[in-house]
């Protein structure tokens, strides 16, 4: 084939890279890894208009386009008849705290945006964790911990500029002139999308009073702790959200030390109008064993760079592994004997409760449901 039939020609105005390259290999790394990506081409555009400009030089090749940002939600293989639309790049953020609206890039993620939204005292209905990009997390629904109160990220969406088949700009919006603009909005509100999206426009929440952390214990622990949440998700508060999972805990503070390389029971909660919501759940808990790591309420050091999920999943605790106990065993932290839980927060750590980032929201719990169950309490 020559270069113009395989679609490896440069596209005008677009920074490419094609295999065996090092930006082809970070682009075709997607976080979730549970398929291989073998692209004709990566395309990496900055602007909605780069984005057309690589959707027209995939239908001129008989390319798909598949667009990707963190690639949390990578699943399929993706092979030569593919053009991989890197959206990385297109993460501008833009907060209007008088409207309560936040207008950002389709390769933004959660983290950043609740970042700049926190400063305002405003947050975006963000996922688990804080490197999930947005627009992928939006446009399946994306349920999290503020959907209780506020609802589904998808029911926050006011409008997509987004690129269609024919490498046209579009906006979809309830507003629309073009019928199919405004139809177009209802399928990105949960729908999946009907184009290649580069910007969105959605509403932010007010948070006045964020409360949230989470509780290890050995596995034995599992039908006890089970039966406790399950017996009281009825009298939860309004805004309390919560998790169960069965994970391997990681090596390495904080885990205490007994727990690391373990199955362990990891039980997250979060409330967005504080530690009342979370009331009836803390006093059934106190008929249970008593947690090995306690951080309710996480302090905020936790919060910084990458979230608690991360830590959960890796083993790392972001850059504040200085502020925790240097063996991670609980039995050393202020003299505590084994059977008493760790908690992050107190002045055995050296670390204040200082003032929530609330940025960090879609981490700070660490929900995560790698392994054998995994609950989580939904509004009734």
């Given at each position: 084939m020559s270069t113009n039939e395989n679609g490896l020609d440069a596209i005008k105005g677009v920074?490419?890279?094609?295999?065996?390259?090092?930006?082809?290999?970070?682009?075709?790394?997607?976080?979730?890894?549970s398929a291989t990506q073998h692209p004709l081409l990566v395309a990496?555009?900055?602007?909605?208009?780069?984005?057309?400009a690589?959707?027209?030089?995939?239908?001129?090749?008989?390319?798909?386009?598949?667009?990707?940002?963190?690639?949390?939600?990578?699943?399929?293989?993706?092979?030569?008849?593919?053009?991989?639309?890197?959206?990385?790049?297109?993460?501008?953020?833009?907060?209007?705290?008088?409207?309560r609206i936040a207008r950002v890039g389709a390769g933004a993620t959660w983290g950043a945006v609740?970042?700049?939204?926190?400063?305002?005292?405003?947050?975006?209905?963000?996922?688990?964790?804080?490197?999930?990009?947005?627009?992928?997390?939006?446009?399946?629904?994306?349920?999290?911990?503020?959907?209780?109160?506020?609802?589904?990220?998808?029911?926050?969406?006011?409008?997509?500029?987004?690129?269609?088949?024919?490498?046209?700009?579009?906006?979809?919006?309830?507003?629309?002139?073009?019928?199919?603009?405004?139809?177009?909005?209802?399928?990105?509100?949960?729908?999946g999308g009907v184009g290649i999206a580069a910007r969105l426009e959605f509403e932010l929440v007010p948070v006045d009073d964020l409360w949230a952390g989470?509780?290890?214990?050995?596995?034995?622990?599992?039908?006890?702790?089970?039966?406790?949440?399950?017996?009281?998700v009825p009298r939860f508060g309004a805004a309390l959200a919560t998790s169960i999972a069965v994970l391997r805990a990681p090596s390495g503070p904080p885990i205490p030390r007994t727990l690391q390389g373990q199955q362990v029971v990891h039980l997250s909660m979060a409330s967005s109008r504080g530690e009342g919501d979370a009331a009836a759940l803390r006093q059934a808990l106190?008929?249970?064993?008593?947690?090995?790591?306690?951080?309710?309420?996480?302090?905020?050091?936790?919060?910084?760079?990458?979230?608690?999920?991360?830590?959960v999943h890796e083993g790392e605790v972001g850059e504040a592994q200085e502020a925790t106990p240097e063996d991670g065993d609980a039995g050393q932290v202020a003299g505590r004997t084994a059977q008493e839980p760790a908690q992050l927060g107190d002045p055995a750590h050296g670390v204040s409760q200082g003032r929530w980032h609330g940025g960090w929201l879609g981490g700070l719990v660490g929900q995560s449901h790698l392994n054998s169950?995994?609950?989580?309490?939904?509004?009734?």
């Open positions: 920074r490419t890279y094609a295999p065996g390259s090092d930006g082809y290999k970070q682009a075709t790394s997607p976080r979730n890894s990496a555009p900055t602007s909605i208009g780069q984005v057309a690589a959707v027209r030089h995939a239908a001129a090749h008989d390319l798909r386009v598949v667009p990707q940002a963190t690639g949390h939600g990578a699943a399929s293989e993706l092979g030569a008849d593919v053009l991989l639309l890197d959206t990385s790049r297109l993460n501008a953020i833009q907060i209007d705290a008088d409207r609740d970042s700049a939204a926190e400063k305002v005292g405003l947050l975006g209905r963000a996922g688990s964790a804080p490197d999930v990009g947005v627009s992928g997390f939006t446009f399946g629904g994306g349920a999290g911990w503020l959907t209780r109160p506020y609802g589904l990220a998808a029911g926050a969406l006011i409008a997509v500029d987004f690129v269609d088949g024919t490498g046209h700009i579009r906006r979809a919006a309830d507003d629309a002139t073009d019928e199919v603009d405004r139809a177009a909005l209802w399928a990105y509100r949960g729908g989470f509780l290890l214990w050995p596995i034995e622990a599992l039908d006890a702790v089970v039966s406790a949440w399950a017996r009281c106190t008929a249970v064993p008593a947690p090995l790591l306690d951080t309710l309420p996480l302090p905020t050091f936790w919060l910084l760079e990458r979230g608690v999920e991360d830590a169950l995994w609950c989580q309490s939904v509004p009734h």
